[in-house]
């Protein structure tokens, strides 16, 4: 039974009467599993019975009616500085809440550097670490501009960028274009291998793709991802069916405005060759879903999670565009051949926007491989995790569903009253990269997102709601 839908009086009677009360009722013996709400916070949960009204309830339906009818399509890639025109020369905008270079970790700095000598604003990786040292580059979140980028998450002026416009709400929302696995820029590598790919994301492959989603009239993403969990994906880990089902979309509209055979098979190879290409779709996908959430008085559903491999930020729509962080946990899971948890780099990325919107981590249902790979337990545990997550969330997605578990709809809109009351943080998958800058990712696991967070959001929420 959920403090939020009923004990406010076993909170008033207390347990002995409400004991009783039962037994007046002709209950003799209940049993329940039962740990006291806010963790045995006294504070916390007379504030918890206070937040219990209708007045939240109703808007948190608006703020999950909002996420539900979203209608999120891709409808082009242009280069960063046309999407957003407020980035200028120097500005970087990474993954996560606000940091600062003294304090960003090791893959972080690695790809400030990396992406600092790919625009030419430093001679190699040493003048741009020098630089970054002085002062000379502007740091900001992603989300403060309508974006959103996995891991290390850079977004500078020349990046191509995926845009994602949800046609329900007229907003659009951001994301580089994947660039492939290995060692890559989002895990903080920044050799010159990891330049020249970038180099051609920029010059070939994002105006081919663009040219291509324009001729099409944009790929409608909805119906993709429901066809996704059918297929086994969960949207964060593993992407490999609506990776291809975007490739047999995208395939023809690139044949048709491609004069370069050449060309046209490197792009059509890098796509088929990188099961993840669909995960930044996603997450620019999650973005516009949740804006439109965002700012709705009273609401307690949770608008954005991220981290920066230092801080763990949250967002929620009742306190607007306020941060509640606290420091970011270890991943757990498994790791590459050769590596172990001492050469790991806490959490990181602003991927967790697609848990956010009732993916990954959340849909793990869908996905009993990623339980397995990840470190989760044994495939056969995989809806546990799904269906644990839908005690903390507010609504359920009926276009979304999961086959394996009776097609029930993942679960929707992260309520911070029922994190802290039942004490169950978010789930998230994620990779894990390695604590130096220029190596790269070392495995895959899930992380927990910190509990400070969401009490910070909410007590910040009684006060912006005039309670304490």
């Known amino acids: 039974m959920s403090l939020l839908d009923a004990p406010v009086k076993v909170l008033n009677i207390g347990l002995e009467g409400f004991a009783d009360e039962l037994r007046s009722q002709g209950v003799e013996t209940l049993q329940i599993e039962w740990s006291p709400p806010a963790g045995g916070d006294p504070a916390l949960a007379a504030l918890l019975a206070e937040l219990a009204s209708e007045r939240i309830e109703e808007a948190n339906s608006e703020a999950t009616r909002r996420m539900l009818s979203a209608d999120p399509w891709l409808v082009d890639i242009i280069p960063a500085h046309q999407a957003i025109p407020a980035l200028r020369p120097n500005m970087i905008l990474h993954a996560g809440p606000p940091i600062g270079w003294d304090r960003m970790c090791g893959p972080m700095r690695g790809a400030v ?8 604003w ?3 990786l040493d003048d741009a670490e020098a630089k970054a040292a002085s002062g000379a580059f502007a740091f900001h979140p992603n989300h403060h501009f309508d974006a959103v980028g996995p891991m290390t998450g850079m977004t ?30 989002r895990f903080g590598g920044n050799d010159a291998e990891v330049l020249d790919r970038l180099r051609w994301l920029r010059d070939d492959f994002g105006p081919a793709l663009g040219r291509a989603i324009r001729h099409m009239g944009g790929l409608p993403l909805k119906n993709l991802i429901a066809r996704g969990l059918s297929m086994g994906d969960e949207m ?3 992407n490999v069916a609506c990776s291809g089902l975007a490739l047999r979309a995208l395939a023809p509209a690139l044949a048709e405005t491609s004069a370069d055979n050449a060309a046209l098979a490197k792009a059509l190879a890098f796509i088929a060759g990188n099961d993840q290409f669909f995960l930044n779709v996603a997450m620019a996908m999650g973005k516009s879903i949740t804006d439109p959430a965002c700012g ?20 929620v729509s009742g306190t607007g565009d306020k941060w509640f962080t606290a420091p970011v946990e270890m991943p757990e899971g498994l790791y590459f051949p050769g590596y172990t948890e001492a050469d790991a780099n806490p959490d990181m990325g602003d991927s967790a926007i697609v848990e956010t919107i009732g993916l990954g981590g959340f849909a793990m249902g869908a996905s009993p491989a990623v339980a397995g790979f990840v470190g989760a337990g044994a495939a056969s545990e995989a809806g ?40 169950l943080a978010p789930t998230i998958n994620t990779g894990i990269a390695h604590r130096l800058p220029g190596i790269g990712q070392v495995g895959a696991g899930v992380v927990r997102a910190p509990m400070g967070c969401f009490s910070g959001a909410l007590r910040a929420l009684a006060k912006e709601l005039g309670i304490r």
């Open 296 to 315: 709705i008085a009273g609401s307690s559903v949770v608008t954005a999670m991220c981290r920066n491999g230092t801080d763990f930020g949250v967002r």
């Open 384 to 423: 546990k995790f799904t269906l644990t997550m839908g005690e903390i969330a507010a609504a359920e997605n009926p276009e979304w569903t999961i086959p394996a578990m009776d097609y029930l709809g993942v679960p929707t809109g992260i309520d911070v009253r029922r994190v802290v009351e039942t004490g």
């Open 156 to 185: 500078t002026m020349s990046q191509p960028v995926l845009v994602v416009e949800n046609r329900a709400f007229g907003n659009r929302a951001y994301c580089a274009i994947n660039e492939g696995l290995g060692k890559v820029m």
């Open 236 to 238: 964060h880990q593993r």
């Open 113 to 120: 550097t990396g992406i600092a000598v790919y625009e030419g």
């Open 122 to 124: 430093a001679r190699d």
